[in-house]
């Protein structure tokens, strides 16, 4: 794992918590951290992990990076473009459907959109998010329930550009919270297969953080954890690095790279 504040050393965490067959667990109940996922078009990579974090009961939301959402088309200089914010997954879905529904069906953008559809309305900016204001029209979203405040802990990309382009966001946006957010790259190619993979090691992550933080949050007093504070969060915040370490070794053929951030 390359990190940007410092280098993991091992570090001994609680088990994860099993997951059944098709994602769905039962809700443990207690502290849960509260998790983003981004990738370049909020379509492929970020929304498996929105889903699988949803399925395992962790609050969560998801952004694309990149300027428009662009997805392929019949020949490699002929994309689809959109419009973040202001197009669904279902007419994405349906008008994909009316212009090839046998092109769009054999790539695997129409089951994308299917379950994308299912998630929520529609790509996200990154850029766009007033982070910190009530995620209003969004109940119906999965993942929402504890995301009503608009404020993640953890802050997780799926290629490298992301990770930068978050990062040098969060820098531009000068820390008005300030709130630590913890911004954690991993690597996965943008391909149906490798999203699957990359969002149960998104799972096997989070549980992994989470476990980590009930610990450093019984020590300080729910309180002081909750506010988010850097003198309420320094023990949790010390011990990232190392949890990222062992995943790392659990997941070799996905590169993480890890920074604290501000919002």
């Given at each position: 794992m390359e990190t940007a504040n410092g280098n993991p050393s091992s570090a001994s965490a609680a088990p994860a918590a099993p997951a059944q067959q098709n994602g769905h667990r039962e809700d443990p109940g207690g502290f849960k951290l509260k998790f983003c996922t981004v990738?370049?078009?909020?379509?492929?990579r970020s929304m498996e992990g929105h889903l699988r974090l949803a399925l395992a009961n962790y609050?969560?939301?998801?952004f694309g990076t990149g300027s428009l959402v662009r997805l392929p088309g019949p020949t490699i200089t002929q994309p689809n473009v959109y419009?973040?914010?202001e197009t669904s997954y279902d007419s994405i879905y349906r008008e994909l459907e009316a212009k090839d529904p046998r092109l769009y069906r054999a790539n695997g953008l129409l089951n994308m959109l299917g379950r994308n559809r299912n998630i929520k309305w529609g790509p996200e900016r990154w850029q766009d998010?007033?982070?910190g204001m009530p995620r209003v029209k969004k109940e119906t979203d999965k993942g929402f329930e504890g995301m009503e405040g608009g404020v993640a802990d953890i802050v997780?990309?799926?290629?490298?550009?992301?990770?930068?382009a978050v990062v040098d966001d969060l820098l531009n946006r000068g820390s008005p919270l300030n709130r630590a957010v913890h911004v954690i790259n991993i690597d996965i190619k943008d391909n149906h297969e490798e999203a699957s993979v990359g969002g149960r090691a998104m799972v096997d992550l989070a549980d992994s953080l989470n476990n980590v933080a009930k610990e450093e949050r019984e020590k300080v007093g729910a309180a002081a954890f909750d506010?988010?504070?850097?003198?309420g969060r320094a023990s949790f915040d010390e011990?990232?690095?190392e949890v990222i370490?062992?995943?790392?070794?659990?997941?070799?053929?996905?590169p993480a790279t890890w920074t604290l951030a501000w919002f």
């Open positions: 990738c370049a078009s909020n379509q492929n609050p969560v939301i998801s419009k973040f914010n998010w007033q982070v997780i990309t799926c290629e490298e550009r992301c990770w930068d506010s988010g504070s850097g003198a011990r990232v690095p370490g062992e995943w790392q070794e659990r997941w070799p053929n996905l």
